[in-house]
């Protein structure tokens, strides 16, 4: 099998380099939004306009803006792919719900690619070299077209054969980001299954009772962040001061969202690499923290308690752990299983009554018919569990064997069917 990876490593440019990217950057904007407007203009008029008809026309664009010949070719090129990308993904996605719709399901549009926007500055601050020839690794330098060399701290060998490379800028940092492609046999991971909660009490909570923690802001750094928020609003508007505080700012935040993703890259590879079968909530992020906020009606008695613990959801942003264990589940051979998330809080692992009454506190949960007394994010995640292989049928651990792959019509027709299972899609 193919396996595909992403290496991320800091890298260190000099003044002119540091420059050279940002140019870049702004370049490979404006040949994306120039094309942006074309593509619309001809889709407007039901004429066609391939990529390939407009990497034609970026040698006129170069002679009209003669700064574009000191970028990097390819990655200027590399922005007309994304265009076409962008609507390749849109007209997928309206496929789609033309499909669901012809089977009378109402699909929520917001779940879908939205039409191609322009790029402003400061959304996209990347550009990606496409040909691995071009580029050279040692283990304390990257060669990048243009650039040169470039420092790099290497915190990992890797593995497999260079796809891409991906430059991009976070709050003034830079980092480089390698695909790969590793072939490789991967065989059926044998071990036991496993649910998992992602939820409000403790960060990650497997069936089996492991809790995995995901650093929160501490104290002293919620002070931190708090100081640098208020300190960006004391500062006159557009002041060079303000600039700078709103830099110390993101600084702070890309630094505490690095050592959550950190932690919780450390809990998925460990889950991934333990468990035959892996099984998670479906869960709705976007849905629960639209209803948190209350409506005219229900101006919301609850919306206190639900911001807090909406806080906890996002802070560990559930949809980032599904992906990682999505990819990490197919590099151990493991299957991961995706389960309708109705009840799991509410039904009993021992009897399986489901009753909302039963969950007396946020620590404790007593089953009012049969008397059980569980952690409550225990209890989902054996919910989960139970759901997941019961799905599939079969045992666990054997149930599906290596993970396999699913069209995402078959995903959505899953969600549609409640609790049927499905597997990680590629
Ligand atoms: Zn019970």
Request: proline share 5%.
């Amino acid at each position: 099998m193919l396996l595909r990876k992403a290496y991320r490593y800091r890298i260190y440019p000099d003044a002119a380099q540091e420059k050279l990217f940002g140019r870049t950057i702004g370049c490979c904007r404006l040949v994306y939004n120039l094309c942006l407007e074309q593509k619309n203009e001809y889709l407007r008029r039901r004429k066609s306009l391939s990529k390939f008809d407009q990497i034609k026309e970026l040698t006129a664009l170069k002679e009209e803006f003669d700064f574009l010949y000191e970028m990097p070719h390819h990655p200027l090129q590399q922005a007309v792919y994304d265009v076409h990308a962008a609507f390749d993904n849109y007209f997928a996605g309206l496929k789609r719900r033309r499909e669901l719709a012809m089977r009378g399901i109402k699909a929520n549009p917001e779940d879908f690619p939205k039409w191609p926007t322009f790029h402003k500055r400061g959304r996209k601050e990347s550009f990606r070299y496409p040909d691995p020839k071009q580029i050279k690794i040692e283990p304390e330098r990257i060669f990048l077209p243009k650039a040169g060399w470039v420092r790099i701290a290497m915190h990992r060998p890797i593995a497999g054969k260079i796809k891409n490379v991906t430059v991009s800028a976070i709050a003034g940092e830079w980092f480089v980001s390698a695909q790969t492609d590793l072939e490789s046999e991967i065989p059926v991971n044998r071990g036991p299954a496993a649910g998992i909660d992602l939820g409000s009490a403790q960060p990650i909570v497997l069936s089996d009772g492991t809790v995995f923690g995901i650093p929160r802001a501490a104290p002293t750094e919620r002070r931190k962040l708090e100081d640098a928020h208020r300190t960006v609003h004391r500062r006159k508007k557009g002041s060079k001061n303000r600039e700078k505080a709103k830099l110390r700012l993101a600084r702070l935040q890309a630094k505490a969202a690095r050592r959550r993703r950190d932690a919780a890259h450390k809990a998925t590879t460990t889950i991934a690499k333990n468990h035959g079968v892996v099984v998670i909530e479906d869960l709705k992020v976007k849905q629960l923290t639209k209803r948190g906020r209350g409506t005219a009606e229900d101006p919301g008695t609850l919306v206190k308690k639900r911001a807090n613990e909406n806080r906890a959801l996002l802070e560990i942003a559930p949809r980032t752990i599904r992906t990682m264990l999505e990819y990490k589940c197919r590099w151990y051979g493991s299957t991961l299983v995706v389960v309708d998330p109705a009840h799991t809080s509410e039904t009993c692992s021992a009897c399986g009554v489901v009753d909302p009454e039963s969950r007396i506190t946020r620590a404790r949960y007593v089953c009012g018919a049969c008397g059980g007394d569980f952690d409550p994010d225990v209890n989902a995640a054996r919910n989960i569990l139970i759901k997941g292989t019961s799905a599939t049928g079969g045992l666990p651990g054997m149930a599906c064997g290596s993970s396999q792959t699913i069209g995402r019509k078959q995903e959505e027709d899953a969600r549609e069917g409640g609790s049927s299972a499905l597997q990680g899609r590629e």
